[in-house]
């Protein structure tokens, strides 16, 4: 009984801004990093940013300085900010939590960027 469940994707015009979130639910104990990837059509998925327990986060170079991501260690949630969207952005984002032994995805929420 794991649940990982990304909501917020959506299409969006160039430069325009979108939040994802996503909760992690079920018996999955402590999580330790929770982070974003992306896939695109014809493409390989990909890491988009991450953060540990302690706030520290990363991100990868193509979305650095447009997206933020947060979490919160209480509710085992952690969300992904994006700003000045651009077409290369239109992906499936799935989240990751990751535990001591492990780490579960959710399913994929949509976001289109239109240009």
């Known amino acids: 009984q794991v649940h990982v469940v990304e909501s917020g994707g959506g299409l969006v015009q160039t430069g325009g801004s979108l939040r994802l979130s996503c909760a992690a639910s079920?018996?999955?104990?402590?999580?330790?990093?929770m982070g974003w990837y992306r896939q695109a059509p014809g493409k390989q998925r990909e890491w988009v940013a991450s953060?540990?327990?302690?706030?520290?986060?990363n991100y990868a170079n193509s979305v650095k300085g447009r997206f933020t991501i947060s979490r919160d260690n209480a509710k085992n949630t952690v969300s992904l900010q994006m700003n000045s969207l651009k077409p290369e952005d239109t992906a499936v984002y799935y989240c990751?939590?990751?535990?001591?032994?492990?780490?579960?995805w959710g399913q994929g929420t949509q976001v289109a960027v239109s240009s």
């Open positions: 953060i540990t327990r302690e706030g520290v986060s």
């Open positions: 990751r939590a990751e535990v001591r032994l492990g780490g579960y």
């Open positions: 079920g018996s999955i104990g402590s999580v330790n990093i």
